[in-house]
């Protein structure tokens, strides 16, 4: 791996506060709240996507015993013929023509078209997986929590979908897609507003507009769009004094709420040390961090590579294309923290 790859952090920073309540980063609190002592996030997955409705205000899944203070008592949803829809309130079969529930009366007004067009998210796909393939998901302790089984060979997360968090707003609605080919386990961002991230296990190559998570800090990579000159010299011939130029191509942007640079920061040629405490780069008011928490430096290749420098909360990269997972993989998606959990997987 390149220089200065320092593995002296062993201080974790104490985990308190949460993204989003008081205008701070709502993408990095959800990683904190997920993987520290702050709220554990709301998990309602539906493998089967069913959903059982006890009010207008209450929206609980299969799996979830003590929601609301009610057993749960699971119900095999009927399946719907062609020309027909389920209720989403009730799970009564409905002609796709229908404007209303027949049973409950709900309103079914463009649901028809609606599933015609997404409707089991993967129901061109819906292959029985064979492979013993589960997403575990990250309690607030850092303990297991619920165990996802993968069915198929193609599942769908995110507000909507086959696993489903309705009430995680940081989550699209169809966020990320996790699909096994052959005994390959492979997860795609499905043009996510928030993104998809894996948590680094060695250096990572960065190419210009690479996000990555540390700590609380949402950060970006990026080249200069032009060399800038200094002007030396007055008109009168007098030289101007300042600091000298970075000399370096690159810059680290932090990325603020909505999307806002709200700071940026030369990066050497040599790279650069970022951590709370200690390094090139410091944000010292950010107790997520670790002292040193991860490098970015150069290699003979010409690229700059990103690493972590053992960090308690770790380092995440935001994926852009499909991404092979591994057994013991980490994944961050909204407010969500999960374990991949497939030892049959190559």
């Known amino acids: 791996m390149g220089n200065g790859q320092d593995r002296d952090n062993k ?23 997920a993987l520290g002592q702050g709220k554990s996030p709301t998990h309602e997955a539906r493998p089967e996507s069913t959903e059982l409705t006890l009010d207008s205000s209450a929206t609980i899944s299969e799996g979830d015993e003590d929601a609301a203070g009610f057993d749960i008592v699971a119900i095999e949803p009927q399946e719907a013929g062609p020309g ?3 209720c989403p309130t009730c799970g009564d079969i409905v002609p796709s023509t229908n404007r209303f529930c027949g049973n409950c009366g709900a309103t079914l007004a463009d649901l028809g078209r609606r599933q015609r067009r997404s409707g089991d998210p993967v129901a061109a796909n819906r ?32 507000r909507e979908g ?14 990320s897609r996790i699909l096994v080919e052959g005994r390959s386990l492979v997860i795609e961002d499905m043009y996510s507003l928030n993104g998809t991230y894996i948590r680094i296990r060695d250096e990572v190559r960065l190419s210009p507009g690479d996000c990555f998570l540390m700590g609380r800090q949402v950060l970006r990579f990026e080249r200069f769009e032009q060399t800038i ?29 909505g999307g806002i640079y709200q700071n940026v920061y030369c990066l050497p040629e ?77």
């Open 84 to 86: 027909e829809v389920n």
């Open 270 to 346: 040599s790279g650069a040390v970022l951590g709370r405490e200690k390094g090139d780069i410091v944000f010292p008011r950010d107790r997520f961090m670790s002292s040193r928490h991860a490098q970015i430096y150069p290699r003979d290749d010409g690229h700059y590579y990103l690493v972590d420098l053992n960090s308690s909360n770790g380092t995440w990269t935001k994926i852009w294309d499909r991404h092979s997972l591994k057994h013991g993989d980490l994944i961050f998606l909204g407010q969500q923290l999960f374990r991949v959990d497939a030892e049959g997987i190559d």
């Open 11 to 33: 201080q974790s920073p104490s985990l308190e506060d949460a993204f989003g309540g008081s205008g701070d980063d709502a993408l990095a609190n959800a990683l904190l709240e």
């Open 162 to 175: 086959d696993t489903r968090f309705p009430t995680d707003a940081f989550l699209s609605p169809q966020h």
């Open 127 to 158: 292959v029985e997986l064979e492979l013993n393939v589960h997403l575990v998901a990250i309690n607030e302790d850092g303990s297991d929590g619920i165990d996802i089984p993968l069915r198929y060979t193609e599942t769908i997360i995110g």
């Open 229 to 257: 000159t200094p002007k030396a010299r007055s008109a009168d011939g007098t030289r101007y004094m300042g600091s000298p130029p970075p000399g370096g191509q690159y810059k680290i942007l932090q990325v603020g709420i």
